[in-house]
């Protein structure tokens, strides 16, 4: 793990996948603030905003839409400096693909817990107060959390005053959003739960780069790599199987044939004749 030392007190870079999920982002708050004022707000939040019924009703696009719905000022305004701050940090050490990937796959993984725990509170009748999900939250803990694993001897400032690692600050946040799951927000704190989770897995498999050139092996080429892994072991698997089969047919036949590993067969001569070169 790196160790680096405390951050300083100013603004990181605004480029790269930074700049383009922040803009996006400050464009949608500010045309559903434009669109409140037409009275189409409500309507626009309803209908984007994830609410877990409705997306189980057949309101398919929503864990895709409910990241750009912000119908708060000051929480959009945290939420997006926190973007910036970690998003920044994370792409000048690994790069604008997983940044951009990092941030799918929280919001994916946050939209995904929410579903997750309002069906089975359908499914085993317990009661689960329901709130629309909106707003990046669930991408900055998943940052939060990666730069946590991936950076965690490097010093943030708390309040802009008192310094604290990365490590520390994910813990004390996860922690906190683990309590609110006994309080009224359960179905929020659950589902940021499950963005950090989602950001630990794409960590996972998404593979690491060298220096600061951009990366052109994502994620993809993990699960490719995986694939072929598999594909192969099965087709060993079958050689060897037919080459069981193959023995024991021989072998009915009054004749013994050996089969390696990878199903070639084995000639005794030769055998016998490396054998007298091993000992003798």
Not at 106 to 125: D, H, Q, Y
Not at 181 to 206: D, E, K, S, T, V
Not at 260 to 279: A, K, V
Request: net charge positive.
């Amino acid at each position: 793990m790196p160790r680096m030392g405390q951050l300083p007190l100013a603004f990181p870079d605004f480029s790269g996948a930074t700049r383009r999920l922040v803009l996006i982002n400050l464009a949608a708050f500010f045309a559903l603030l434009i669109l409140n004022l037409a009275h189409y707000g409500n309507a626009i939040v309803l209908h984007l905003a994830l609410t877990p019924t409705d997306f189980l009703s057949g309101r398919f696009w929503q864990p895709f839409t409910y990241s750009l719905v912000h119908p708060a000022l000051l929480n959009t305004l945290l939420e997006l400096l926190s973007l910036w701050f970690l998003a920044s940090f994370l792409e000048s050490h690994r790069g604008s693909r997983f940044v951009t990937g990092l941030y799918i796959w929280s919001v994916l993984g946050t939209a995904a817990a929410a579903i997750l725990l309002e069906f089975a509170a359908g499914r085993f009748g317990f009661d689960l107060p329901e709130a629309p999900l909106a707003g990046c939250m669930g991408a900055v803990f998943g940052m939060l959390i990666a730069i946590g694993v991936l950076f965690g001897d490097v010093q943030f400032l708390m309040f802009f005053v008192i310094g604290i690692k990365a490590k520390y600050l994910a813990a004390i946040y996860a922690l906190i959003t683990f309590a609110t799951l006994f309080g009224q927000n359960r179905l929020i704190a659950f589902a940021q739960i499950g963005g950090a989770l989602a950001a630990l897995l794409y960590i996972r498999l998404a593979p690491a780069r060298a220096g600061l050139q951009s990366s052109k092996r994502g994620i993809g080429f993990s699960f490719s790599e995986r694939w072929y892994a598999l594909r192969n072991n099965y087709y060993r698997w079958k050689r060897r199987r037919a080459g069981r089969k193959f023995e024991v047919y021989m072998k009915k036949q009054g004749r013994t044939v050996r089969l390696d590993s990878r199903g070639r067969q084995i000639d005794d001569d030769d055998d016998e004749h490396n054998n007298r070169g091993r000992w003798n």
